[in-house]
């Protein structure tokens, strides 16, 4: 697919027209080029006008498709990008047959372009409109993100102005899901290198303590996630969670997080370790409760697996336990999913998060054929049953975030009932505040003064990240020369 530029001062628009065509045609290859080079059979040309009277003008030919769209021609730069976005935006609806619940807002933090436009005076009435007519998002989705801000609002006023946030990172898992597109190893293949790991760990969680205790940063909140947690032993938990309360100044922590993840790991022994050690809140994740569908993404767990774990968790006094759901799984129907996640509802768990699977995770899984009814996939149906039976069922959506490669561009979204949200996930989203990580494939993300976010990465796989231990150490200590 060629794009061709009548100017070349359009290069700024190259990022945002790049974003709509992928999330219409994914495996596209995509160029640009200006007028006047070769076009290619497939391509779209776009000619932006200036002044008075002139327009703006987009054409796209597929095969079997041509037409061109037209709108006035605004005044200012920005403006100019959003009305090439409706325009093409909208000629690939009509070439597809496809409609995108997020029209044309490509950014993966929604909500926090509702908290921007809020702080700059805009009512939430006028933050709908926004949505809908700048941008062509359902009036659905920009209600969930406003809604979403309200949840969230109290939270984020919640963070100091030192506040930050460390994240714990254990990459490893007892077997790899089909759907898989985090950086995480099959424990079959790498629980050797468990105890190394864990070594560096703590020696990088001590550096990072000493950083923040020298910068006088205040931690609010723990996130301990991967890959499983609970791919550990009681004793490794102990010892790792010991090895966060010696380093750490917890007094103003408000919520200490473990992702357990995987109902197959989690036993009594390592849930006492993780009460002992001052968790507060989990995970138990079965992302369906039909045993068909688990089995045909391998997961090797059964919904009984996760019954009985849901149970066990239940039994301490953890403020909240989330269970993660994924809608579009291979096999899952919407009678399926919508069986499970009234079974869910019966649980009663504090916190329900229903991810949207991603194209990745799509692609990855064979003979994958996606229905669509009425422009909308079948995916699109399950989140859409989801946000409406948990708002029936009296939970608030208090995060929300898009990815990329996610089915229709659909959202990830974090329910809570009551005040039982979990901050951490807030804070990362909206960038509230700095991100301290530690272990492999952890990014720690540092928020400086004018919205300025730096960001330091950590190698991904266990194995490099044991080897290379040096480097992560130096990079560790540029925090030194960040104004935190
Ligand atoms: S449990 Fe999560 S991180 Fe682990 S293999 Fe499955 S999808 Fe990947």
Known sequence: MRVILSDRDQKDLHYEVECILRMFLPQARID?????????????TIATGEGEGAENAVTLDLPGFSGEEREPAPASRRDTEASVCRCLYRLLARATGREIAWGTLTGIRPVKLVRELREQGLSYGEIEERFTGRYLADPKKAA?????????REAIDRAEPKG???????PFCPSRCAYCSFVSHSIEKTRRLIPAYLDKLEEELACTARIAREKGLVLQTIYMGGGTPTVLEADQLDRLLGTVDRYFDRSRCMEFTVEAGRPDTITKAKLEALARGGVDRISVNPQTLNNRVLQGVGRKHTAEDFFRAYELAKGFPFTAVNVDLIAGLTGDTLDSFQRTLEQVIALGPENVTVHALTMKRAADMIGEKRERLGGVSQTGRMVDHSQEALDRAGYRPYYLYRQKSTVDSLENVGFCRGDTLCLYNIYIMDETHTILSAGGG????????????????NFKYPYEYIDRFGTILERKEKLYAFDL
Request: with cysteine.
């Open 32 to 44: 640009f080029a200006q007028t006047g080079e070769d076009a290619g059979p497939q391509r779209v």
């Open 144 to 152: 969930l993100c406003v809604r979403t801000d309200e949840v969230q």
């Open 442 to 457: 952890g990014v720690t993300k540092v928020v400086l003064p004018g919205n300025r976010i730096e960001r330091i990465f």
């Open 164 to 170: 930050y946030s460390l994240y714990i990172s254990i």
